[in-house]
């Protein structure tokens, strides 16, 4: 049996209404669907987070909205995180028909050590999630990736990686998930992302000036 959580409605839209509402422990959401109306809602704050824990990224919510006879099944299809002060902005709800197969991002778990990183290679996740294909009752939690036998130079693609009987990968097979790259390849890679940084920093020194004259003119 899901997971009930109680939603309220929510009428005012604006920011000054979604940021008291976070003040009171609130988080503002939205619920939709295929055949299901947009509608604002908000949810609490810790009873969503415990709900999470308990039935996981990709499980099932009854989200039992006021003033509504009928709970909708939902899966939480984003959520939005403040980078900074790290408290949940904003929550999407996608109600799903249980019958009906979807598509869902699942994140990768690596497990095991990497034989190639005491040979000096280094490992690099290439993907943190994968696309599956299944009945919103079957999407799993998590893509168990096995790195214990990857040596320098070995990768492991999606056609590497075994299916669930209940769902099927969505990205193409030849897509690769984590390789382990030689030092040297790695020292390269880093030197050509660090060389436009480099370039793009002394411009943005160089019109510095410029951008806080102008600035204090709008003033």
């Known amino acids: 049996m899901a997971t009930v959580l109680e939603a309220s409605t929510r009428t005012d ?3 000054s209404a979604s940021k008291k509402l976070r003040t009171n422990g609130y988080v503002p959401a939205v619920l939709y669907g295929k055949d299901t109306e947009s509608t604002p809602v908000s949810v609490p704050n810790i009873t969503f987070i415990k709900t999470i824990r308990e039935v996981g990224r990709n499980g099932i919510i009854e989200l039992d909205v006021e003033g509504e006879s009928d709970k909708h099944k ?3 299809h984003d959520v939005q995180v403040d980078p900074i ?6 929550i999407d709800f996608f109600e799903v028909d249980l019958k009906s197969e979807m598509e869902a991002e699942v994140s ?8 190639g990183e005491k040979e000096g290679g280094i490992l690099s996740p290439l993907l943190y999630n994968i696309t599956v294909r299944a009945l919103p009752t ?5 893509i168990t990736v096995d790195i214990s036998e990857l040596g320098v130079g070995d990768s492991v693609q999606i056609g590497d990686l075994t299916s669930g009987k209940a769902f099927e990968f969505v990205n193409e097979p030849e897509e690769t998930v984590v390789t382990v790259q030689p030092p040297e390849q790695a020292e390269e890679s880093e030197e050509e992302e660090q060389e436009p940084e480099l370039v ?15 600035e204090s003119e709008e003033e």
């Not at 002060?85 to 904003?90: A, C, E, F, W």
């Not at 990768?108 to 034989?115: E, F, I, K």
């Not at 793009?200 to 102008?214: M, T």
């Open 85 to 90: 002060k790290d408290y949940l902005v904003h």
């Open 108 to 115: 990768v778990n690596l497990v095991g050590d990497a034989p």
């Open 200 to 214: 793009e920093a002394d411009d943005s020194q160089d019109a510095g000036g410029e951008g806080e004259k102008s």
């Open 138 to 142: 079957d999407i799993p939690e998590e």
């Open 74 to 76: 939902v899966i939480v």
């Open 13 to 15: 839209l604006r920011k």
